[in-house]
């Protein structure tokens, strides 16, 4: 009996300790500020010429409760908080259920947000779960209850989710889908689009219908269960053919979207900006993007890519001297999949990291007429390991061949040869001198790009070398505001010389020949086939793995890098490696189209020599070409004996 009087008084004494905190989270919402829910989660976003390329809600699209479809209200109502008019913010016995069957299942898969707790979800730039923001949320969540009647709450929610393709608030939605306004949007439409914000890209049913079908069911049975519609009704609806419309306005850049998804990410990486955008009152962004660049980008990739099939791409061009990221196209489509490759995405970078090994090799005593043989070769490198690397089509040159011709040529044993003979923490320690921020191993095959990094990380390094030495970071953002123009954030300008110049140069001079015609040997240049495409003078590298195309290039005004290959890792070996080159010289060419051509200015204490460049000899003069030597290095200072170095180091 002492024991369930014990139990008695502990529940007693809990329920009360319940109600008090209750109580005194609805007195300390109370007291707080009124939020305002039609500027409070808005971000605006500006281009380099302060144009507004993306708004996610603004006043001209907010529609009032009785301007929307009483269909989308109930869909909405029904699927995601049935007792929405019910609770205070918090759905109890929801919760509970919830949890009940994630302890049964053993997986945390059971939502029970009600619209109020998702409507205050969308007010963070970030989707944290720790506990933290759980509790921040929470409050909100009690604020908005006190301080708005359910009918607002509602506007607010369906004037502010994400409706995939850029859409934000119903209105934007039922215009972009169905070309009519809210308010006239059919049991059939409604449903569908209601369907939608559980996953804005796996339910747009303009490119994944079936799944958008399935989901539009899903809402229909929530609505005949709970009495907004009758079996016949929800029939009818889901037979009821439809007609989309998808179209945007004449000037809107849809991979504009992905830009924005690298803005918001590199908004999360600023600690001066508050993540809640309650702080702020919403927020003004001002971007680096060039928005002809970017429609430009778009186009291209559009085109090379109609036959492509599943095949991906990411994109980027950048300002050497800046760091500004002007444009960036992380996929072939947003509306398929926002998924964004550029930001997001790790891959190996195949051969595109073999400038970064000769410059190197520049800087420890090679030069571009340092010689080595070309030939299958098995490497001893320790420990009782091997290593037996290949070039492209098991193709060699079976003689010495220079550092120019294997930069232009791509071929790999040269540059396993030279990373063995620089020693293999050289490469690692170059790279990240360079801005590579990745941490990258110390072994025998990242001379072949086997590491995988992501784009923008990878982009540091070559525009380093494209703004001859000096370091800078990628940014996508010039300021932040808050909607009132008081400044919470803007970009400092940093720089470091981390290379010399004169090597810088050298290398640049030997990457412009990768499109050489002078340089056919065994083997073509890799980028040869682009040539026709190039009007100016640029320092190139391509790379290929089974799974990645890569190309990159650059001239002081401008870098481009191209990526291609499969979400899933699929080789590529089926695709044509021409579409990357095109992307990449079409872009580079478009961009810099009706700029004068600008190249770098030879540094002192550099010099050239007429040297054949694929044998490195001065004598025989059969092919000819320009390369540039530190002064004192020229040909007579080719190093003979670095072949003696392998022959007596390793089993070839």
């Not at 504009?256 to 990486?269: G, Q």
């Not at 091997?386 to 220079?402: L, V, W």
């Amino acid at each position: 009996m002492k024991k369930i009087y014990f139990l008695w008084k502990l529940f007693v004494f809990l329920f009360i300790s319940g109600l008090l905190v209750l109580f005194g989270f609805y007195l300390y919402a109370y007291i707080t500020p009124k939020m305002d829910i039609h500027n409070s989660n808005r971000i605006v976003m500006l281009d380099k010429d302060d144009e507004v390329f993306y708004e996610n809600t603004n006043n001209s699209s907010w529609v009032d409760l009785k301007d929307i479809s009483p269909f989308a209200i109930d869909g909405i109502i029904a699927t995601e908080d049935k007792n929405f008019y019910a609770h205070n913010g918090f759905d109890y016995l929801r919760i509970i259920k919830a949890l009940y069957y994630d302890f049964k299942s053993g997986e945390f898969d059971q939502g029970a947000s009600t619209i109020s707790q998702q409507y205050i979800k969308n007010l963070f730039l970030t989707f944290d779960k720790t506990w933290e923001r759980k509790i921040e949320e929470a409050f909100l969540t009690f604020e908005l209850e006190v301080h708005y009647s359910k009918d607002e709450i509602l506007e607010g929610y369906l004037n502010t989710i994400n409706y995939g393709a850029g859409n934000y608030g119903i209105q934007n939605a039922s215009l972009y889908y169905f070309n009519k306004n809210a308010k006239d949007l059919t049991l059939a439409e409604a449903s569908m689009i209601v369907g939608i914000p559980k996953n804005p890209t796996y339910y747009n049913p303009i490119y994944y219908y079936d799944n958008a079908k399935n989901r539009q069911k899903v809402v229909l049975q929530s609505m005949a269960s709970n009495g907004y519609i009758t079996d016949e009704e929800m029939k009818n609806a889901l037979n009821e053919e439809l007609k989309f419309h998808g179209v945007k306005p004449n000037n809107y850049i849809v991979s504009s979207l992905y830009y924005k998804d690298a803005v918001i990410s590199e908004l999360n990486s600023i600690s001066d900006i508050p993540k809640s955008l309650i702080e702020t009152g919403g927020l003004k962004i001002y971007t680096n993007l060039d928005g002809e660049a970017q429609r430009k980008l778009e186009q291209i990739v559009s085109e090379e890519m109609a036959e492509a099939g599943d095949l991906q791409v990411g994109a980027l061009i950048r300002e050497p001297k800046t760091g500004n990221i002007v444009a960036l196209i992380g996929g072939k489509n947003y509306n398929e999949s926002q998924f964004n490759r550029v930001t997001q995405a790790r891959r190996q970078v195949g051969s595109t990291f073999k400038p970064i090994l000769y410059y190197a090799a520049l800087e420890n005593g090679m030069t571009p007429s340092s010689t080595f043989v070309s030939e299958a070769t098995t490497f001893s490198i320790g420990n009782d390991e091997i290593y037996s690397p290949s070039n492209f089509g098991n193709k060699y040159a079976e003689k010495p061949i220079t550092m120019a011709d294997a930069l232009a040529l791509s071929d790999n044993i040269f540059a396993v040869k030279t990373h063995l003979f620089l020693g293999t923490n050289v490469l690692k320690e170059t790279g990240n001198k360079m801005g590579i921020k990745t941490e990258l191993p110390n072994n025998v095959s990242l001379s072949l790009g086997t590491t995988e990094i992501g784009m923008i990380d990878f982009s540091n390094a070559f525009a380093t070398l494209a703004n001859e030495g000096i370091k800078n970071d990628a940014r996508l953002i010039r300021k932040v505001t808050d909607l009132d123009g008081n400044i919470i954030y803007e970009a400092d300008y940093e720089e470091e010389s981390v290379l010399d110049k004169r090597y810088t140069f050298i290398l640049n001079e030997m990457m412009s020949n990768t499109y050489n015609y002078d340089y056919i040997d065994y083997a073509s240049p890799t980028l040869l086939s682009v040539n026709g495409l190039l009007t100016k003078k640029y320092a190139a590298k391509s790379g290929t793995t089974d799974t990645d195309y890569w190309v990159i290039g650059y001239n002081p005004d401008a870098l481009v890098m191209v990526w291609n290959g499969f979400d899933d890792n699929s080789d590529v070996d089926s695709v044509s490696s021409k579409i990357p080159k095109r992307i990449w010289a079409r872009t580079i060419e478009s961009y810099l189209e009706g700029k004068d051509a600008s190249w770098y200015s030879i540094p002192t204490g550099v010099t050239a020599t007429i040297v054949n460049p694929i044998s490195g000899s001065t004598a025989d003069l059969s092919v000819k070409d320009a390369l540039y030597y530190i002064k004192g290095t020229e040909p007579s200072y080719v190093i003979e004996d670095m072949e003696n170095f392998f022959r007596k180091n390793n089993n070839s």
